[in-house]
């Protein structure tokens, strides 16, 4: 099972978003048969089976053994990934963009897509996926947002030229700060 699913076809968001699927598709976080999980969500077999199967010809659900029941073939399913990224050109960008500075949120906006586009693309079969992330809080008074904007961009100047040779592993790095809200996690 892959950690996350990139969802870059709108027949792949048809067949997720219905609510009924995601309920199933919760359940197979685990590999189930459809009857185990039609008994959790107290609904028919055959229901549920009609969401696997729709949900298995998007890619988002495989088939991960079978076996004999009763005389009968009963597949076992699991969900394809632990999460599912819907892709920001499902819907593509609507209008015209304005000009964006580095301030605006169009531009935060346009980074977290082009971020979320590049893992998507990284060859998750790899063994070993070199990365890091790095999260933190900082406080900034509206006074000080020009001075911070200047003080980050001369450590980035400076960590671009300090690791910027021609040899080793190529590194992408994006730094984004926005209003932090009020969710609690």
């Known amino acids: 099972m892959r950690d ?17 699927r995601v309920e199933v598709l919760r359940q197979l976080a685990e590999p189930h048969s459809c009857g185990e999980v039609a008994e959790q969500l107290a609904q028919t077999p055959q229901r549920v089976y009609y969401h696997v199967k729709r949900l298995v010809d998007a890619g988002l659900v495989t088939l991960v053994s079978e076996r004999r029941v009763r005389g009968i073939q009963e597949g076992v ?7 599912y990224w819907l892709s920001p ?14 301030l605006s949120l169009g531009h935060l906006l346009t980074l977290v897509e082009e971020v979320q586009a590049d893992i998507a693309d990284l060859d ?8 890091i992330g790095v999260s933190g809080e900082i406080r900034v ?11 980050l961009k001369t450590v980035l100047r400076d960590l671009f030229t300090r690791y910027g040779g021609a040899e080793g592993d190529a590194f992408k790095l994006a730094v984004a700060c ?7 996690d």
Do not use: M, W
């Open 4 to 20: 996350v699913l990139y969802l870059d076809r709108i027949e792949q968001a048809e067949t997720l978003l219905k609510p009924q």
């Open 124 to 131: 998750r079969t790899a063994p070993e996926l070199p990365s």
């Open 141 to 151: 008074r509206p006074e000080q947002r020009q001075e911070f904007l200047d003080d």
């Open 89 to 102: 050109r499902l819907v593509g960008v609507l209008g015209p963009r304005r000009a964006q500075d580095e």
């Open 178 to 184: 926005y209003p932090k809200g009020d969710r609690d």
């Open 77 to 83: 399913y699991q969900a394809a990934a632990r999460s």
